[in-house]
């Protein structure tokens, strides 16, 4: 009788976890103990915005790793958009009502772009249009249409991940007269997306390995 064949392994990649339930809670429990208050004797940034900044990041890294993986052709689309709604589910879940309640609160808005652009990018749904057009008819409807505004940041942010640049030059600068609005926050979260994309170049070589 001829031996069965040994039951082949499954993927390593199966496996990996892009974030967890437990590393966001850990995030939110060492912002708990941080101050978020400035010190007006001091230029450096109080401990908790920077925390947080490195919370944001986390997250964008995160989310790109899959991105990444399906450009290099090691997720199909259904797969990658799956890995995505888990992490989805994780930061877009409800917290806790606490003082930080209002500060994840708005970054959990600022992600909306995040999570909506990488979606489109997944499904090969990139838009018509130039970004400039784009980013001047985003900044025209403002916060008059927030579901508007939003579909039009998620539509530059599906482009920069399918290679096109932005948004360094289309970002308010503090010396700006005109008061911010949710699409220049979210200008800000598609820039931050692509530095992160970037800084992950060499990732699908190591995916898989030693995980």
């Not at 976890?17 to 109080?46: A, C, H, I, K, V």
């Not at 990444?68 to 409800?94: C, H, P, W």
């Not at 030059?169 to 800000?188: G, Q, T």
């Amino acid at each position: 009788m001829a031996k069965k064949k040994a039951e082949k392994a499954e993927p390593t990649s199966v496996l990996y976890y892009f974030y967890t339930q437990e590393r966001w809670d850990n995030w939110l429990n060492t912002l708990l103990e941080m101050s978020f208050e400035e010190d007006p004797n001091s230029e450096e940034m109080p401990e908790g915005l920077a925390s947080l900044d490195n919370f944001t990041k986390d997250i964008n890294v995160s989310v790109m790793k899959i991105v990444r993986i399906f450009q290099s052709g090691s997720y199909d689309s259904k797969t990658a958009l799956e890995k995505l709604n888990e992490v989805e589910e994780i930061i877009m879940g409800e917290i806790p009502e606490n003082e930080l309640s209002d500060i994840i609160q708005g970054i959990q808005m600022r992600f909306l772009v995040l999570f909506l652009a990488s979606k489109k990018f997944l499904r090969g749904e990139i838009g018509e249009g130039a970004i400039k057009d784009l980013v001047k008819e985003g900044r025209k409807i403002g916060d008059s249409d927030i579901e508007k505004s939003l579909e039009i940041a998620s539509d530059i942010g599906a482009k920069v991940l399918d290679g096109d640049s932005c948004c360094g030059k289309y970002l308010r600068s503090d010396s700006d007269e005109e008061e911010p609005m949710l699409f220049d926050d979210w200008l800000v979260e598609v820039d931050d997306m692509g530095e992160a994309l970037k800084s992950l170049k060499k990732f699908d070589e190591e995916f898989g390995v030693g995980i």
